[in-house]
């Protein structure tokens, strides 16, 4: 078997990542915490548990987005925003009731 190797240039495009990014506060939280986004309307928000456990999603109408934190107990929750470019970014957030 032979094997004819081309040693010619080998040319490579830059790729721009731009980095989607949220704001979430307060951290902890008890009753209402603030998703806030830049250039991001009509993203989809998700809350859920580190086991994957579902409790919240919505669509975001503005920069920023109250979430109700009253009925869920005490503990460590993800939030999850996905842009409408399908970039996602994830924050911890802890909820104190």
Same mark, same amino acid.
Do not use: W
């Given at each position: 078997?032979?094997?004819?190797?081309?040693?010619?240039?080998?040319?490579?495009?830059?790729?721009?990542?731009?980095?989607?990014?949220?704001?979430?506060?307060?951290?902890?939280?008890?009753? &209402?915490?603030? +998703?806030?986004?830049? %250039?991001?309307? /009509? *993203?989809?928000? =998700?809350?859920?548990?580190?086991?994957?456990?579902?409790?919240?999603?919505?669509?975001?109408?503005?920069?920023?987005?109250?979430?109700?934190?009253?009925?869920?107990?005490?503990? &460590?929750?993800? +939030?999850?925003?996905? %842009?409408?470019? /399908? *970039?996602?970014? =994830?924050?911890?957030?802890?909820?104190?009731?």
């Amino acid at each position: 078997m032979k094997i004819d190797v081309d040693p010619g240039v080998l040319e490579v495009d830059e790729l721009e990542l731009e980095v989607f990014n949220f704001g979430l506060h307060p951290n902890p939280a008890n009753d &209402i915490a603030n +998703v806030q986004l830049e %250039n991001a309307l /009509g *993203s989809q928000l =998700t809350l859920y548990s580190p086991t994957g456990e579902f409790f919240l999603s919505q669509k975001t109408i503005s920069q920023t987005t109250r979430l109700d934190l009253t009925d869920l107990p005490t503990g &460590i929750y993800l +939030v999850e925003v996905i %842009n409408k470019e /399908g *970039s996602s970014a =994830t924050k911890r957030l802890t909820v104190v009731n």
